[in-house]
């Protein structure tokens, strides 16, 4: 009988531990070093936020693991021998598989920062770091503010966080606005707009330079890279983006380049050797999507593809059209399709913007074509259903426009504005 070990339990790792334990009777082995018991990454900011506690974030009964006969092993992983297929523990015992899969996911970046390690800085990617956090920034009077480096969606999860409990907060974001490496400027600025508007004191085109501690080695402020300026703080959080953590897959035969490099079968150069979720990297990227992608779906369904292939029914994985979703605040952001932040060659968008600033829809289409390619929208929430439908039966943008209201399952929001958005959209045409 096939011996199955997993190394990490995120959603990757424990979709496909589930999926294999479904197709078959083989022995599973999930070994984590994080936490004893998978959790939702992604609720971790409202057990800070006191929405929930951290119990509630696991999906499954602690006794589940045990009924499905799913082993879970609380350790470290330091190397990985495929000649002999055994992996090395940091507790120094050792364990042998028969296939091995990487779902280690990702850590979060650090660019060498002077004092980018000492105590008070942190990620708000891992358990460790919401257990930080707890105690470095329990209150406002503990912690007198915080800043907070790189602007991605871990970053203003952070500083919605940190505003809950009325701690003020310094977001230092490189780029001239807000995302704007992903979204169309309207968007990005309509986001400036609202972080400021919670008294986020957001600055862009803004670097770190360095992090400076006290005499007991805790964070004492942060100086600017532009100006020089000297912020005193108690916490730092590094939230420019995250990378594959796959450390100690280095001194193994398995070929990595950025993650674990992967065909479409999430296959290693090494057979018996899988990798998954955002610790693996396509050889050559799926369509427009990145070679890694460190996004909570793909996981789960490269998680559901690897159980059919380790269980005989070898299939290719296939992530279908590109979606996502995300909170700025109080403001709700859906994607479906591809809108870049600038259209590319034969690609125009048109921008809707409500007058009370929280709401907009960017819709991308093939200007020779009239092929509708994507939508993002904020403040108003769309069926992914009906966009995947669109996009698969290559639906022209006329149509999504004249049928948007079919794709909404926010209530109130057609009986407002399903015209208003139309006859922007048909005075565009007739401008153009």
């Known amino acids: 009988m096939d011996n199955i070990v997993i190394i990490g339990n995120g959603i990757s790792g424990v979709t496909l531990a589930r999926h294999i334990r479904k197709l078959s009777d083989k022995k599973i082995t999930i070994i984590s070093a994080e936490t004893n018991y998978f959790f939702s990454r992604t609720a971790l900011m409202y057990v800070y936020m006191g929405h929930m506690k951290f119990e509630h974030t696991q999906p499954y009964e602690d006794w589940f693991w045990k009924k499905n006969r799913i082993e879970l092993l609380n350790a470290f992983v330091e190397e990985i021998n495929t000649d002999n297929k055994s992996l090395k523990l940091a507790n120094g015992s050792n364990i042998n598989y028969d296939k091995l899969v990487i779902a280690t996911g990702s850590k979060p970046n650090k660019f060498g920062w002077p004092g980018q390690d000492i105590n008070g800085v942190m990620g708000m990617y891992h358990k460790q770091d919401l257990d930080n956090l707890e105690k470095h920034a329990p209150n406002k009077d503990v912690c007198k503010r915080a800043v907070i480096v790189g602007g991605g969606l871990i970053g203003i999860e952070l500083a919605e966080m940190l505003n809950s409990r009325s701690i003020p907060v310094t977001f230092l974001v490189r780029e001239s606005s807000f995302w704007n490496g992903v979204l169309p400027e309207g968007e990005s600025q309509m986001i400036n707009k609202h972080i400021k508007n919670h008294h986020i004191d957001l600055r862009l085109s803004t670097n770190l330079k360095e992090i400076k501690s006290n005499e007991n080695g805790k964070v004492k402020s942060v100086i600017i890279e532009e100006t020089g300026e000297e912020i005193a703080c108690n916490v730092v959080g590094l939230t420019a983006g995250v990378s594959p953590n796959i450390d100690f897959v280095k001194s193994s035969k398995i070929e990595i380049r950025r993650g674990v490099k992967i065909n479409r079968y999430l296959e290693t150069n090494i057979p018996d050797v899988y990798a998954i979720g955002d610790c693996a990297e396509q050889h050559e990227a799926i369509g427009n999507r990145r070679p890694i992608e460190a ?111 079919e794709a909404n399952f926010d209530p109130e929001f057609y009986s407002h504005y399903e015209a208003e958005i139309l006859s922007a959209y048909n005075k565009q045409l007739q401008t153009a």
């Open 295 to 405: 996004v909570w779906y793909t996981g789960r369904m490269m998680g559901e593809t690897l159980a059919q292939t380790i269980c005989g029914n070898r299939i290719a994985y296939q992530p279908g059209h590109w979606f996502n979703s995300a909170k700025f605040l109080d403001l709700e952001y859906q994607t479906y399709g591809w809108v870049f932040a600038k259209p590319r060659e034969h690609e125009a968008h048109f921008h809707w913007k409500h007058n009370d600033d929280t709401k907009c829809i960017t819709v991308a289409f093939n200007k020779d074509t009239n092929e509708f390619i994507g939508i993002n929208t904020f403040g108003i929430r769309m069926r992914h259903e009906t966009f995947d439908t669109w996009l698969t039966e290559k639906r022209d943008v006329d149509y999504v426009m004249n049928h948007l209201s």
